[in-house]
């Protein structure tokens, strides 16, 4: 079956460092990939997303993430993160046998201390 | 453009109890997806509507039902409440295509005692 893992389920850094969440996924087909963030108290927004053509795909905020097949991985990365980056990020891919549904990661809770 | 919302915010239930639970889709879409959340883990695909037909079902039991009206808002029901069941329940709205982004509303938070 079709699965979405993250690698970190908690990550505490400081304001200015650097942060990249690791996202594999299972499947050999084709496959649409997001990312999510859950800040507290709000609901699910969505971060970037990739559906094809170029790897490396830009979102809101200042954060990236890279598409690599080979590695079955897209993982979120930010160059300098802010206080207000607090929150949980969720991976989430649709695969082109289980249609429309998302598959979600675990989440990984990021804090980061001012 | 309003956006996904979600009715009502919270629920307290018990065992056995049924519960309905309401979702707006955001203007224009036509698909909605409702996911359950439990506590520390990732939402999870409980079924899709798709113009007022079931259009995919996760691994979920059939007394999690659910309903899309004309307008394109849902329920999603729950009979035979379960202490499990305790959650949030998410609903998120799109156009309906594979290649689509999802909206998510606030989510619905049951407790079941």
Same mark, same amino acid.
């Given at each position: 079956?079709?699965?979405?893992?993250?690698?970190?389920?908690?990550?505490?850094?400081?304001?200015?460092?650097?942060?990249?969440?690791?996202?594999?996924?299972?499947?050999?087909?084709?496959?649409?990939?997001?990312?999510?963030?859950?800040?507290?108290?709000?609901?699910?927004?969505?971060?970037?997303?990739? +559906?094809?053509?170029?790897?490396?795909?830009?979102?809101?905020?200042?954060?990236?993430?890279?598409?690599?097949?080979?590695?079955?991985? +897209?993982?979120?990365?930010?160059?300098?993160?802010?206080?207000?980056?607090?929150?949980?990020?969720?991976?989430?891919?649709?695969?082109?046998?289980?249609?429309?549904?998302?598959?979600?990661?675990?989440?990984?809770?990021?804090?980061?201390?001012? | 453009? !309003?956006?996904? !919302?979600? *009715?009502? !915010?919270?629920?307290?239930?018990?065992? &056995?109890?049924?519960?309905?639970?309401?979702?707006?889709?955001?203007?224009?879409?036509?698909?909605?997806?409702? /996911?359950?959340?439990?506590? &520390?883990?990732?939402?999870?695909?409980?079924?899709?509507?798709?113009?007022?037909?079931?259009?995919?079902?996760?691994?979920?039991?059939?007394?999690? *039902?659910?309903?899309?009206?004309?307008?394109?808002?849902?329920?999603?029901?729950?009979?035979?409440?379960?202490?499990?069941?305790?959650?949030? /329940?998410?609903?998120?709205?799109?156009?309906? &295509?594979?290649?689509? !982004?999802?909206?998510?509303?606030? &989510?619905?938070?049951?407790?079941?005692?």
């Amino acid at each position: 079956a079709q699965s979405v893992s993250q690698h970190n389920h908690h990550v505490i850094l400081s304001e200015a460092a650097s942060l990249e969440l690791g996202c594999n996924y299972s499947y050999g087909g084709t496959v649409n990939l997001f990312w999510y963030v859950q800040y507290p108290g709000q609901h699910l927004q969505l971060l970037l997303k990739y +559906f094809s053509g170029d790897p490396l795909v830009k979102g809101i905020k200042g954060f990236e993430a890279e598409f690599i097949k080979s590695k079955f991985s +897209f993982n979120l990365r930010k160059p300098s993160v802010q206080w207000s980056d607090t929150a949980e990020y969720f991976c989430a891919g649709v695969f082109k046998a289980a249609g429309n549904k998302l598959t979600f990661g675990g989440g990984t809770r990021v804090l980061v201390k001012p | 453009e !309003t956006g996904v !919302t979600q *009715s009502p !915010t919270h629920l307290i239930k018990t065992r &056995g109890q049924q519960v309905t639970l309401r979702c707006s889709s955001q203007s224009g879409h036509n698909t909605v997806s409702w /996911y359950q959340q439990a506590l &520390g883990q990732g939402p999870q695909f409980i079924f899709q509507y798709y113009r007022e037909e079931e259009n995919g079902r996760g691994n979920f039991p059939p007394r999690f *039902s659910g309903l899309q009206f004309p307008n394109y808002s849902s329920e999603l029901n729950v009979n035979a409440l379960e202490l499990d069941d305790s959650a949030l /329940y998410l609903c998120a709205s799109s156009t309906g &295509g594979r290649a689509d !982004t999802q909206y998510f509303g606030p &989510g619905t938070r049951l407790t079941v005692l």
